[in-house]
């Protein structure tokens, strides 16, 4: 028997003895900010521009969330991109077993842009909420004071609709000004102010793939 005919064979055999792997189910909610270098609005996501010299972060607090078994209710997670780079962090709150499920979901793409992260480390994430109001620290590699910016009544922000890029699922999108913004990790540097800020809740899930 040819030898590619008995590997095809023994795959076949293993396959009906033990079945296929099963993917993993997962889905995680809860809300967001992505920060980025452009101006307001950014026309990589408003118009699908893309800038070459666009930098973005992305905060991501999970209120509610599971991988496979693994419960990621209260867990935080940032990914940072900038020039086909991609750099990771996960709550230093977290467990070992969360930590663990939130890097295989990093790198799957499950959250964020999925891709071979150059690092990603275990950091203190911390947001701080107020009305009108985000205080972010992540680690020493991100600082940044965000308001929202409200719309004709004064009272709610301004919602965006039919933007790309992530969070990809089901979200929700309104506009925020970085006042001060700071990233800093490898050679990833940058420090502006009044940059652009999306922000809102989200809903992702294994079935949405």
């Not at 010299?53 to 607090?61: G, K, T, Y």
């Amino acid at each position: 028997m040819p030898q590619n005919v008995k590997l095809v064979s023994r795959f076949v055999l293993v396959v009906l003895v033990y079945g296929l792997p099963i993917p993993p189910i997962w889905e995680h909610k809860g809300e967001y900010l992505l920060l980025c270098t452009c101006p307001i609005p950014c026309p990589c996501h408003y118009r699908g521009e893309h800038l070459d010299s666009c930098q973005e972060a992305a905060i991501l607090l999970i209120t509610k969330g599971n991988f496979s078994s693994t419960n990621l209710s209260g867990t935080n997670i940032v990914w940072l991109e900038s020039k086909g780079k991609l750099l990771g962090y996960i709550d230093s709150t977290a467990t070992v077993q969360q930590r663990t499920a939130l890097k295989m979901m990093l790198e799957a793409g499950n959250i964020g842009p999925g891709g071979r992260f150059e690092s990603i480390k275990v950091a203190s994430i911390k947001v701080t909420k107020r009305v009108n109001y985000f205080n972010v620290i992540v680690g020493s590699y991100i600082r940044s004071s965000i308001i929202e910016i409200r719309g004709a009544d004064g009272i709610n922000p301004i919602q965006i609709e039919n933007i790309t890029g992530e969070p990809r699922g089901k979200v929700s999108v309104f506009q925020g000004m970085a006042i001060n913004l700071v990233l800093h990790d490898n050679d990833i540097t940058f420090e502006g102010k009044n940059v652009n800020v999306y922000f809102g809740t989200y809903k992702r899930t294994s079935k949405d793939i």
